[in-house]
C-alpha cells in the first residue's frame, strides 16, 4: 500500500522569498509522483509530475520538483513566490500499473506582502 | 475546450437520503475518477471509471456508487446519507489509456455536499 505525508500543514512566507513544501511518500512498488494546487473554491490543478527520467522536474508557474528515491522524497520548490501562491498543495502517488491516486493532506502556503 | 463539469454545484440533504451527482468529462477523455474531500480525511480516492467499467475502486462502504454511460459521463450515487457524508466531491477526467496516471487528471470545481 503506498501513503504520502506532507511534513507541514502550513507554510507562511514572505512575498519574493523562496519556499520549500516537504512531500514523503512510502510505496513497495515504483510509483508516479504528483504535486497539485488548490486555489479556494476550486479543483485541482496539476503543477507538475514525475514519471521517469530526470529527477528534477519542471512545473507550471516557476515550481519545481526533485524526486529522491532513496529518501522517497518529491519536495516542491519555488525560488520566489507571489502573493497569488497563496493556495493549498497536494502531494499525490499512483502506482505505475494501476489507476488509484493517493494524496497527502495538503499543505497551506500562505504568502504575505 | 470545455473543462470538466460537476453538476450541481451546491447541494443540501437531510440523513438518510439519497443523491445522485453528475460529472461530463473533457471530450475524449474516457476516464473519470472521483474523489472526496473533507477536513479531517482529506482528498480520498472513491473510484474510476473507464469505457463504463470500474476499473478501480477505494475503501468506501458499499453506500457510494457510480457508473459511466457510454458518452463518458460519470454519476456518483450515495444512499442512505450520514452526516459524515458532508463534503466536497470532485471528479477528474482523463485520456486514461496510457496505463496508471501516466495522462494528466483535470479537475472539476466540485459539487459541496451538506447533510444536516
Known amino acids: 500500500a503506498q501513503s504520502v505525508t506532507q511534513l507541514d500543514s502550513q507554510v507562511p512566507v514572505f512575498e519574493e522569498a523562496p519556499v520549500e513544501l516537504r512531500c514523503n511518500y512510502s510505496?513497495?512498488?515504483?510509483?508516479?509522483l504528483f504535486w497539485y494546487v488548490q486555489y479556494p473554491n476550486q479543483g485541482l490543478q496539476l503543477l507538475l509530475k514525475y514519471l521517469s527520467g530526470s529527477t528534477l522536474v519542471k512545473g507550471i508557474n516557476g515550481f519545481e520538483a526533485e524526486f529522491n528515491k532513496s529518501q522517497t522524497s518529491f519536495h516542491l520548490r519555488k525560488p520566489s513566490v507571489h502573493i497569488s501562491d497563496t493556495a493549498e498543495y497536494f502531494c499525490?502517488?499512483?502506482?505505475?500499473?494501476?489507476?488509484?491516486?493517493?494524496f497527502g493532506a495538503g499543505t497551506r502556503l500562505f504568502v504575505k506582502a | 475546450k470545455a473543462g470538466v463539469t460537476q453538476t450541481p454545484r451546491y447541494l443540501i440533504k437531510t440523513r438518510g437520503q439519497q443523491v445522485t451527482l453528475s460529472c461530463s468529462p473533457i471530450s475524449g477523455h474516457r476516464s473519470v475518477s472521483w474523489y472526496q474531500q473533507t477536513p479531517g480525511q482529506g482528498l480520498q480516492f472513491l473510484f474510476e471509471y473507464f469505457s463504463e467499467t470500474q476499473r478501480n475502486k477505494g475503501n468506501f462502504p458499499g453506500r457510494f456508487s457510480g457508473r459511466q454511460f457510454s458518452n463518458s459521463r460519470s454519476e456518483m450515487n450515495v444512499s442512505t446519507l450520514e452526516l459524515g457524508d458532508s463534503a466536497l466531491y470532485l471528479c477528474?477526467?482523463?485520456?486514461?489509456?496510457?496505463?496508471?496516471?501516466?495522462?494528466?487528471?483535470?479537475f472539476g470545481p466540485g459539487t459541496r455536499l451538506t447533510v444536516l
Open positions: 510505496s513497495s512498488v515504483s510509483v508516479y
Open positions: 477528474a477526467s482523463s485520456f486514461g489509456t496510457s496505463g496508471g496516471f501516466t495522462d494528466t487528471q483535470y
Open positions: 499525490a502517488v499512483s502506482d505505475t500499473g494501476g489507476f488509484k491516486t493517493i
